[in-house]
């Protein structure tokens, strides 16, 4: 029988962990911070699983180096920013590929993600991850209101997510009202922008919007980028892992897109069936359970 230690951002790796016991796979979140993990309590699990790299760190790699010393099979799930760091960064780079003796298997969220890691000779199974909030198609709201993903929790992200580029559209489209989640407003002070730290239920926001915007400079498996596609709204996004979506690789490219959002808003049906047809949790939770169980020998 698996049994699993879940190592997840922030909720993600509860939700994780409440999905697997409806399989009946025997399984516990350790929480997010390396700093923090319960080594003793983890010895009763057999596989740890990361969803996110634990890699790109000194600290991530000795608590690898400390894992497999007490006979731990690990899997590591790769996400954007921890590929773009690998890629990018001498330090990740170099305690990625030094941990790669110490992880029995890799998962990339895409094809993309995978080819990109295979790139600094990391080899990874690509697996989609399980997207806990799909919604059912709703018809387009009266007013024309955008919401934007600019979280702020860390200061790197206003410039992974473009927040000058956001600054800027902002008082471009002085008439147009902006919801920007997963933001303090620490940074913005214009009467047409409302800022959330934090949102209890995200549908009700994106069924008041006509589009989303979220424009990080790497991506993977973006949840916001499934949730607005899941709903029927226009996504605009750097990111071209996904189809049905405006992608824009710049200002003029985004104002354009929003440009004619506003005066054209049309419902994402198309978006909405592929979301709903490719990313059913249910299959995408058991695709996950069959490496695990591979790794654990087929066992039950």
Known sequence: MITLAVIGIRGYGQRLVDQFKKKHVNSESFGERLRNIDFKKLQSYDIVFFHFSPTISLRGFFVLLRLKIMNKKIIVNWVGSDV???????????????????????????????????????ISKPSKSPVFNLYELKKL???????????????YMWDFYQGDLIKKLVKTFPKVEF???????????????????????????????????????????????????????????????????????????????????????????????????????????????SIFEDLDGGEQ
């Open 84 to 122: 773009l760091q690998a890629n990018t960064n001498f330090v990740a780079k170099f305690f990625s590929k030094l941990s790669q003796p110490l992880i029995d298997v890799n998962i990339s969220e895409s094809p993309k993600l995978a080819e990109e890691l295979k790139k600094i000779k990391i």
């Open 141 to 155: 709201p009266h007013e024309k209101k955008i919401a934007v993903y600019l979280p702020d929790r860390f200061d």
């Open 179 to 289: 919801i920007i989640v997963s933001n303090r407003g620490e940074n913005f002070s214009e009467k047409n922008v409302t800022c959330l730290k934090w949102v209890d239920n995200m549908e009700d926001i994106y069924s008041n919007v006509v589009a989303v915007i979220r424009l990080p400079l790497h991506d993977g498996q973006s949840a916001t980028t499934l949730e607005a596609l899941s709903i029927g709204r226009t996504m605009i996004t750097t990111s071209d892992n996904l189809p049905y979506c405006l992608v824009a690789n710049n200002f003029d490219e985004v104002k354009r897109h929003l440009k004619e959002v506003l005066e054209n808003p049309i419902l994402n049906i198309n978006g909405s069936k592929y979301v709903h047809k490719n990313f059913d949790l249910d299959k995408l939770t058991n695709n996950l359970i």
